[in-house]
């Protein structure tokens, strides 16, 4: 099926307006816009209490709305809308699977529901991921949860992946053979792919772009090299030291020590900088930031 | 002594529960100061607050104690002294306030150990141990004892001050039983549907996570069987959906995976081990004379609503995994979905009704009861009834657990007082006549209510957030 009933790569897969929730007279998310067009991996990195997980459950639907509105796949999530939460796979942070079924009998229920359901995949990764068929879904590890959650959301083959922090609980070779499997995955034409993470190593791997949640907005969309080429660590060095930063415009944090100024910049160009190191007499080196240190610096 | 430890242990019953706490406070309060007054009716009146305030404080330990609250500093101490510091309140005061009245030391020592005893039996009910069903029976069954029984036990209640230590040895020992369980840092097993959890008797309807479950011998044994019932139920159900997929198979399968253990099998291996116990029971403490058939029959009528404690606390505890289920099941609009769960736990109607015709047909033939007829029809129509009336007040009944532990209370106390009335106009006015006006007054208010709370559901968003208690 064409995803998402004729949406194509270009249209939003998601489409966000206006988005405010409150938990009581806290406003998580307030004011938040969020365009994804189709066959996009974004990382949706944001601080602990920014609202990564409450955004991707109204995303889902599994949470109420206070104002704005949010379309998945060209249609409102107001109601749940039929078949097309069928192109909806959601990996939640905490595992609420039927604790009391065992894994065959829990993913056979569910693929008696879907029209499309991915048997040979689900069998496969079972194998892999070295999951009991025969054991119950409350008895299995944390980790072996997520894994048996991912497998169940990619299962149906979803044009919308919707993961809240998928990677959590698993070991190294789980994370690296999931990260695997979603790159198989996106590769696929018209697959979206969301997922919130504080690994920030393994959106790396995925080349993701990213998206930056704080304040209840999104504040920030970028891809990765771009945002490597606009944020960036400056040194200027002098032997006579520093006793103001040299640079304001642009500067996200200033630091002074000795002979050293270090600074993160935010969109100042090479030539800027040659410019002022020239003027300060100092010896200048600019340094690439990890994802890590961009999230420190930005978050 | 950590005072501000004990404080905090002290105040949670008030800070989980302030209307709870306060009302049956007042209530004990106010029956504490009539003691000098009219002891007569202050004292059971004290009693029976002090049981039902030992039930909010187990309802509390139970949601406190958990592995990580079990490995906080010396708290097996503080809680200690904290369940001393309410023992000095709701055992010695009470006896104080009768040394007022009456100089007789077997009297306060009496007085003592029943207030111990109503604690006890309230943390243990509280705390989820199925004791009450045991305490309601006690009742009937002092009436079966001779006139020379009844006679003895009376004088020895007002003399000997063996019976104030039994039944602190009693109290003790049902304390032992509550507390070692919530007192014993154990594994998580978390693996039983909410919805069934209470219907086997097998695990208090309020488990919280991390807690060790009060599970007995017959439990055990009956868990992997039913297990085994519920899989090859939930098996041929997946079966006929994929062979002819339809709105009735595939309400079968979302039943088989609500209610796993309600299946032809799972019902059978229940009725059985009920008959079993019921039959031993019923064997060793039968002697036929004056016996009320009909007030002992209603108790099939309770053993088979206690099935909806489940469904009120489980409506809440499963909100977390139907989001699941929302997304397999698609529905086009969030009412589509409420109606989807509404009718599904329909089953238990037919079910709850089915248990009460079968317990009521199991103590007509242990009793040899006179007019059974009367029994089973009475059964059948006060089980349709209030089964209909039960599922509704848990639909969209209160999510707090005082709430829905009142609600609970209140269904029981209502289906078995209709029962009786329903049985005294069969009695009054015959079968027929008899059964029509309990017909007239059972189905119209069940299935009203049904229909009010089905359609009052269905006007609900779903919820899929963890319950906060």
Same mark, same amino acid.
């Given at each position: 099926?064409?995803?998402?009933?004729?949406?194509?790569?270009?249209?939003?897969?998601?489409?966000?307006?206006?988005?405010?929730?409150?938990?009581?007279?806290?406003?998580?998310?307030?004011?938040?816009?969020?365009?994804?067009?189709?066959?996009?991996?974004?990382?949706?990195?944001?601080?602990?209490?920014?609202?990564?997980?409450?955004?991707?459950?109204?995303?889902?639907?599994?949470?109420?709305?206070?104002?704005?509105?949010?379309?998945?796949?060209?249609?409102?999530?107001?109601?749940?809308?039929?078949?097309?939460?069928?192109?909806?796979?959601?990996?939640?942070?905490?595992?609420d699977l039927f604790p009391w079924m065992?894994?065959?009998?829990?993913?056979?229920?569910? =693929?008696?529901?879907?029209?499309?359901?991915?048997?040979?995949?689900?069998?496969?990764?079972?194998?892999?991921?070295?999951?009991?068929?025969?054991?119950?879904?409350g008895?299995?590890?944390?980790?072996?949860?997520?894994?048996?959650?991912?497998?169940?959301?990619? =299962?149906?083959?979803?044009?919308?992946?919707?993961?809240?922090?998928?990677?959590?609980?698993?070991?190294?070779?789980?994370?690296?053979?999931?990260?695997?499997?979603?790159?198989?995955?996106?590769?696929?034409?018209?697959?979206?792919?969301?997922?919130?993470?504080?690994?920030? =190593?393994?959106?790396?791997?995925?080349?993701?772009?990213?998206?930056?949640?704080?304040?209840?907005?999104?504040?920030?969309?970028?891809?990765?090299?771009?945002?490597?080429?606009?944020?960036?660590?400056?040194?200027?060095?002098?032997?006579?030291?520093?006793?103001?930063?040299?640079?304001?415009?642009?500067?996200?944090?200033?630091?002074?020590?000795?002979?050293?100024?270090?600074?993160?910049?935010?969109?100042?160009?090479?030539?800027?900088?040659?410019?002022?190191?020239?003027?300060?007499?100092?010896?200048?080196?600019?340094?690439?930031?990890?994802?890590?240190?961009?999230?420190?610096?930005?978050? | 002594?950590?005072?501000?430890?004990?404080?905090?242990?002290?105040?949670? +019953?008030?800070?989980?529960? +302030?209307?709870?706490?306060?009302?049956?406070?007042?209530?004990?309060?106010?029956? /504490?100061?009539?003691?000098?007054?009219?002891?007569?009716?202050?004292?059971?009146?004290?009693?029976?607050?002090?049981? %039902?305030?030992?039930?909010?404080?187990?309802?509390?330990?139970?949601?406190?104690?958990?592995?990580?609250?079990?490995?906080?500093?010396?708290?097996?101490?503080?809680?200690?002294?904290?369940?001393?510091?309410?023992?000095?309140?709701?055992?010695?005061?009470?006896?104080?306030?009768?040394?007022?009245?009456?100089?007789?030391?077997?009297?306060?020592?009496?007085?003592?150990?029943?207030? /111990?005893?109503?604690?006890?039996?309230?943390?243990?009910?509280?705390?989820g141990?199925?004791?009450?069903?045991? $305490?309601?029976?006690?009742?009937?069954?002092?009436?079966?004892? +001779?006139?020379?029984?009844?006679?003895? %036990?009376?004088?020895?209640?007002?003399?000997?001050?063996?019976?104030?230590?039994?039944?602190?040895?009693?109290?003790?020992?049902?304390?032992?039983?509550?507390?070692?369980?919530?007192?014993?840092?154990?594994?998580?097993?978390d693996d039983d549907s909410p919805m069934q959890a209470i219907a086997d008797?097998r695990k208090p309807a309020n488990t919280a996570s991390?807690m060790?479950q009060?599970?007995?011998?017959?439990?055990?044994?009956?868990?992997?069987?039913?297990?085994?019932?519920?899989?090859?139920?939930?098996?041929?159900? $997946?079966?006929? %959906?994929?062979?002819? +997929?339809?709105?009735?198979?595939?309400?079968?399968?979302?039943?088989?995976v609500l209610l796993p253990h309600?299946?032809?099998?799972?019902?059978?291996?229940? $009725?059985?081990?009920?008959?079993?116990?019921?039959?031993?029971?019923?064997?060793?403490?039968?002697?036929?004379?004056?016996?009320?058939?009909?007030?002992?029959?209603?108790?099939?009528?309770?053993?088979?609503?206690?099935r909806f404690a489940a469904v009120g606390r489980g409506m809440v505890k499963m909100q977390p995994n139907l989001?699941?289920l929302?997304?397999?099941?698609?529905?086009?609009?969030?009412?589509?979905?409420?109606?989807?769960i509404?009718?599904?736990l329909?089953?238990?109607?037919?079910?709850?009704?089915?248990?009460?015709?079968?317990?009521?047909?199991?103590?007509?033939?242990?009793?040899?009861?006179?007019?059974?007829?009367?029994?089973?029809?009475?059964? %059948?129509?006060?089980? $349709?009834?209030?089964?209909?009336?039960?599922?509704?007040?848990h /639909?969209?009944?209160?999510t707090?657990?005082?709430?829905r532990?009142?609600?609970?209370?209140?269904?029981?106390?209502?289906?078995?007082?209709?029962?009786?009335?329903?049985?005294?106009?069969?009695?009054? &006015?015959?079968?027929?006549?008899?059964?029509?006006?309990?017909?007239?007054?059972? /189905?119209?208010?069940?299935?009203?209510?049904?229909?009010?709370?089905?359609?009052?559901?269905?006007?609900?968003?779903?919820? &899929?957030?963890a319950p906060?208690?």
């Open positions: 099926m064409a995803a998402a009933d004729g949406i194509t790569q270009t249209q939003a897969i998601v489409d966000v307006r206006g988005l405010r929730k409150r938990f009581g007279q806290r406003d998580v998310l307030s004011h938040l816009d969020w365009r994804i067009p189709g066959g996009r991996v974004i990382g949706l990195l944001g601080r602990n209490g920014a609202g990564k997980t409450t955004l991707l459950r109204c995303m889902a639907g599994l949470s109420p709305i206070d104002e704005g509105s949010i379309a998945i796949l060209g249609h409102s999530v107001d109601q749940p809308g039929g078949e097309r939460l069928q192109h909806i796979g959601f990996v939640p942070q905490t595992f065992k894994v065959r009998g829990y993913l056979d229920f569910t =693929a008696a529901f879907y029209p499309r359901w991915n048997h040979a995949q689900t069998e496969r990764l079972l194998d892999d991921w070295r999951i009991d068929r025969k054991q119950k879904v008895q299995l590890s944390q980790g072996q949860r997520q894994k048996l959650a991912i497998i169940r959301a990619l =299962a149906p083959d979803p044009d919308l992946l919707l993961l809240d922090e998928p990677v959590a609980s698993l070991d190294p070779q789980a994370r690296r053979a999931f990260m695997d499997e979603l790159m198989r995955i996106v590769q696929r034409p018209g697959k979206t792919v969301v997922f919130s993470t504080h690994i920030t =190593a393994d959106l790396e791997r995925a080349g993701a772009d990213i998206a930056l949640l704080k304040d209840g907005r999104i504040v920030l969309e970028s891809d990765l090299p771009a945002l490597r080429q606009r944020i960036r660590r400056v040194v200027l060095m002098r032997a006579d030291g520093w006793q103001t930063a040299p640079l304001e415009t642009g500067v996200l944090r200033a630091t002074l020590d000795g002979t050293q100024a270090q600074l993160i910049v935010d969109g100042v160009s090479d030539d800027v900088l040659a410019a002022i190191a020239e003027r300060e007499h100092a010896r200048l080196d600019v340094q690439p930031l990890t994802l890590e240190d961009l999230f420190v610096e930005l978050a | 002594m950590n005072r501000r430890a004990i404080g905090k242990l002290a105040a949670l +019953p008030f800070v989980r529960m +302030p209307a709870g706490m306060i009302l049956v406070g007042v209530v004990w309060l106010g029956s /504490l100061i009539l003691i000098p007054a009219t002891h007569a009716i202050a004292i059971p009146f004290v009693g029976m607050t002090t049981w %039902l305030a030992g039930m909010l404080l187990g309802m509390t330990m139970r949601t406190l104690m958990r592995t990580d609250t079990l490995l906080l500093p010396d708290f097996a101490r503080i809680l200690g002294q904290t369940g001393l510091l309410y023992a000095l309140v709701l055992i010695i005061l009470p006896a104080l306030f009768l040394l007022g009245v009456s100089g007789n030391a077997q009297n306060i020592l009496l007085m003592a150990a029943v207030q /111990l005893l109503a604690v006890a039996l309230g943390l243990a009910s509280g705390t141990f199925r004791i009450t069903l045991f $305490v309601w029976i006690i009742f009937p069954l002092v009436g079966l004892l +001779p006139a020379d029984v009844h006679a003895i %036990l009376l004088h020895a209640l007002t003399t000997s001050y063996w019976v104030p230590l039994l039944a602190a040895l009693l109290a003790a020992l049902l304390l032992r039983f509550t507390l070692r369980p919530l007192l014993t840092v154990s594994d998580r097993e008797g991390g060790p009060q599970r007995g011998f017959i439990g055990k044994k009956l868990k992997p069987i039913l297990d085994a019932t519920a899989q090859r139920n939930l098996e041929r159900s $997946v079966a006929r %959906l994929r062979k002819r +997929p339809g709105t009735a198979a595939r309400m079968s399968v979302i039943r088989a309600d299946n032809l099998q799972g019902i059978a291996i229940n $009725v059985l081990v009920t008959t079993l116990v019921a039959g031993l029971y019923f064997t060793l403490i039968h002697h036929g004379d004056g016996m009320n058939v009909g007030f002992i029959t209603s108790y099939a009528v309770l053993i088979g609503m206690s989001a699941d929302y997304l397999t099941l698609a529905p086009e609009t969030h009412a589509e979905f409420q109606a989807t509404a009718d599904a329909l089953k238990l109607v037919a079910v709850t009704t089915f248990n009460c015709v079968i317990y009521s047909v199991l103590i007509a033939v242990l009793l040899h009861a006179g007019a059974p007829a009367e029994l089973l029809l009475t059964a %059948l129509i006060v089980g $349709v009834g209030a089964s209909f009336g039960a599922l509704a007040a /639909l969209v009944g209160p707090t657990q005082t709430g532990t009142l609600v609970q209370m209140g269904l029981l106390i209502g289906a078995m007082l209709i029962y009786n009335l329903v049985l005294w106009l069969m009695h009054r &006015f015959g079968v027929l006549a008899g059964g029509f006006a309990g017909i007239v007054i059972c /189905l119209p208010f069940g299935l009203g209510a049904w229909q009010y709370a089905r359609r009052e559901y269905l006007t609900r968003r779903p919820c &899929f957030d906060l208690d």
